[in-house]
Structure formats: C-alpha cells, structure tokens
C-alpha cells in the first residue's frame, strides 16, 4: 500500500468557518501526502472534502464518517488505479453512513455531499457528488472541473430555467447525488476541461498534468454562494506566495455577504518549476546518494 508522508510536493493550505447563522460547522475535510511505495517514491497528494446535510448534528456525523472513511480507503490502496480507488472509497463511504443512519431516528436521512482530487507526481485525477467544486486555476483563467448534481443545474441544462433565475431559487440547495443513499450513488470523474465537451471525451481528460503554479481550489457550497468565479482567480492572484492569506480573506468575505452556511476552502498548488528544482538539488545535496 502506499506511504504516508509528512512531505509535501504540493504547496497546501485549508480553512473552514461555521458561517455566521450559529450552525456547527458540518464540513469535514483532509489533505493527506504519500509516496506510492517504499521503491517508488512518486508522491502523491489526496484531497477531500465533505459537506454533511440531514440537520441537527446528523450532517455532522455524516461528513466526519465519510472523509474518515474515503481517507482510509485510499490509505490501503496500491496507489496504481486512482479512479477506481476513489470509486470503491465512494461506495465504502455510502454504504457506511447509511447504515449508521439507520441505528437512530436523530441520524436518520443523513448524508454528505463529496469532492476528491488525487495529484500524483503532477497527475490530476478528481471524483465528485453533490454540490462541494473542484476548480483549476491557471493564471488568470479558472475552470470548474466539478459539474453540480443539484436541481437547479440539471434545470439549466434542461433550459427550464435561466441563470438569472439561479439566485433565491426556493431550490437552489436541492442535491441529486450524496453520500448516505439507499442505493450507492453515481460518482462522477467527468472533467470538463472545454464547452461542450461530451461526458467520454470529459472522463478521458482524467490524468490531465499540472503546469507549474497551477491551483487546485475546492471548495462547500457556503463560500460559492457568495463569491464568484472570478473573485477566487483574484483572491487566488493576490497572495501568490501565501495561499492561506487568501483562504483567510475568501471566507471573510463570504461571511460579509451573509454567510448562511459553512464554507470550507481547500488550495493546492503546484509550485513553480525553477523553484523545484532547487528544493530537489538541495534535498540532494543534504542526502546524496
């Protein structure tokens, strides 16, 4: 099996907020790093984040299990088949908050929605369910990688509504796919990299390879609510050296806006190429061979 490590190849950096209603915060969330075997050295950088929904504290309960459970199953794996990886952690996850679910009225009807991404060496691989997104920046330019399973996007797809239609939707927070279903949810590994790619053509850009001072942003619904595509890109370009200073001021100012729900922001950024370098000769020059 693969690893653990506490190197990191990858800059990160989190944050979470219970926004400002006086909910607990039922987001949960893990960035882990590994080395895919003792021989093999290729590091790999996973990430997840969950937002647990059922109310009371049952979100809570969902969320923890489920990032608990897909960090685990990823743990024991080999480390050689990412998406089918995150495919049985997805099921390992469903069927175990479901079955918790049922133990207890409080947790009944409780799930979590779900987001990974696994970066080996400079490989990107993502799964998703739910609402929580996944986004490549890349300068100036940002991409939603994530499609959402939610009533409102399957609406805009259908042409039932417009996008200006989108904002105090009565359902807006209606989620299609989630952790916690009687039967085991489609996950989805679409990465839709153009308009109007097909979903084959979208599942075979899996793997696509980061270009230095690429960032990954994921991300719960509580921060997209309220900042939009472009505002990331800025906060993103405006600590290009400290990534948790943006963090910080995304979530400050989606509390300002309201913040009626949890927000969790995850970052990781493929560091700059000439700066890799040196950090490897001087590894080198403290361990030779």
């Known amino acids: 099996m693969m690893l653990r490590t506490d190197a990191k190849h990858l800059i990160q950096a989190a944050g979470t907020h219970p926004g400002m209603t006086g909910k607990i915060n039922e987001d949960r969330y893990s960035l882990t790093s590994y080395q895919l075997s003792s021989s093999n050295t290729t590091p790999v950088t996973f990430g997840v984040v969950c937002d647990g929904i059922g109310g009371h504290q049952s979100g809570e309960?969902?969320?923890?299990?489920?990032?608990?459970?897909?960090?685990?199953?990823?743990?024991?794996?080999?480390?050689?088949?990412?998406?089918k990886t995150m495919l049985l952690a997805v099921q390992m996850a469903n069927e175990a908050i479901y079955s918790?679910?049922?133990?207890?009225?409080?947790?009944?009807?409780?799930?979590?929605?779900?987001?990974?991404?696994?970066?080996?060496?400079?490989?990107?691989?993502?799964?998703?369910l739910g609402d929580s997104r996944i986004y490549l920046i890349r300068g100036q330019m940002i991409k939603q990688l994530s499609i959402d399973h939610t009533w409102i996007q399957e609406?805009?797809?259908?042409?039932?509504?417009?996008?200006?239609?989108?904002?105090?939707?009565?359902?807006?927070?209606?989620?299609?796919?989630?952790?916690?279903a009687p039967v085991v949810p489609e996950a989805d590994q679409r990465m839709q990299l153009r308009q109007g790619e097909s979903d084959i053509?979208?599942?075979?850009?899996?793997?696509?390879?980061?270009?230095?001072?690429?960032?990954?942003?994921?991300c719960t619904d509580g921060l997209t609510d309220y900042l939009t595509p472009k505002?990331?890109?800025?906060?993103?370009?405006?600590?290009?050296?400290?990534?948790?200073?943006?963090?910080?001021?995304?979530?400050?100012?989606?509390?300002?806006?309201?913040?009626?729900?949890?927000?969790?922001?995850?970052?990781?950024?493929?560091?700059?190429?000439?700066?890799?370098?040196?950090?490897?000769?001087?590894?080198?020059?403290?361990?030779?061979?």
């Open 155 to 180: 609406a805009l797809d259908k042409g039932t509504i417009t996008p200006a239609q989108v904002p105090n939707h009565p359902n807006a927070h209606v989620i299609r796919r989630y952790l916690g």
């Open 61 to 83: 309960v969902a969320a923890e299990l489920a990032v608990n459970i897909i960090t685990d199953t990823i743990s024991n794996s080999f480390g050689d088949r990412p998406l």
């Open 100 to 128: 918790k679910a049922q133990t207890s009225d409080d947790l009944r009807g409780m799930g979590a929605t779900c987001a990974m991404v696994w970066v080996e060496g400079t490989r990107l691989y993502t799964t998703f």
């Open 231 to 289: 505002e990331l890109v800025h906060f993103i370009s405006r600590h290009p050296e400290d990534v948790n200073l943006s963090i910080n001021e995304m979530i400050k100012l989606a509390c300002d806006r309201g913040g009626h729900d949890n927000i969790t922001v995850l970052v990781l950024k493929n560091p700059d190429g000439s700066k890799s370098k040196l950090i490897n000769r001087i590894r080198k020059w403290i361990t030779p061979d």
């Open 201 to 218: 053509k979208a599942i075979t850009n899996q793997g696509i390879i980061l270009k230095p001072d690429d960032v990954i942003l994921m």
